[in-house]
């Protein structure tokens, strides 16, 4: 029903800064929450960032709170994650995702549909 497509990831230095960006495609005229995880080798999968349908709304995990925003253009239907300050902790393949549903949740058994993942390495 819906394809997301996730990408930008890329070797970056502490302190530098990065944006993804997650393309959708398919039965997009509904209502979509979208949010941002990453997971690292032997790690949970964690939650990053959350949008709601409208863009009013965002949520952040404490790890990232002050330093990632993330956007939504609707009318291209691409949300997008602004990383600053990237630390080495940072280093993880970052998933966006998507449910049908106003605003996002932080459990990822809750979403519907995964983008393929993109790997992001911070070095120091």
């Known amino acids: 029903q819906v394809q997301l497509?996730?990408?930008?990831?890329?070797?970056?230095?502490?302190?530098?800064?990065?944006?993804?960006?997650?393309?959708?495609?398919g039965r997009t005229n509904s209502r979509y929450a979208v949010g941002w995880f990453r997971?690292?080798?032997?790690?949970?999968?964690?939650?990053?960032?959350?949008?709601s349908w409208t863009g009013s709304n965002t949520y952040y995990g404490d790890s990232v709170k002050g330093r990632f925003t993330i956007s939504r253009d609707n009318a291209k239907n691409t949300v997008y994650l602004q990383m600053n300050s990237l630390k080495p902790e940072d280093t993880a393949?970052?998933?966006?995702?998507?449910?049908?549903?106003?605003?996002?949740?932080?459990?990822?058994?809750e979403y519907e549909y995964?983008?393929?993942?993109?790997?992001?390495?911070?070095?120091?």
């Open 93 to 109: 393949v970052y998933y966006c995702a998507a449910l049908s549903g106003l605003l996002p949740p932080q459990d990822p058994r």
């Open 114 to 124: 995964w983008g393929q993942g993109t790997q992001v390495t911070v070095s120091s």
């Open 39 to 51: 997971q690292a080798p032997g790690k949970e999968r964690e939650f990053v960032a959350g949008i």
């Open 5 to 25: 497509v996730d990408s930008g990831g890329r070797l970056v230095q502490a302190g530098d800064s990065l944006r993804l960006s997650c393309a959708a495609s």
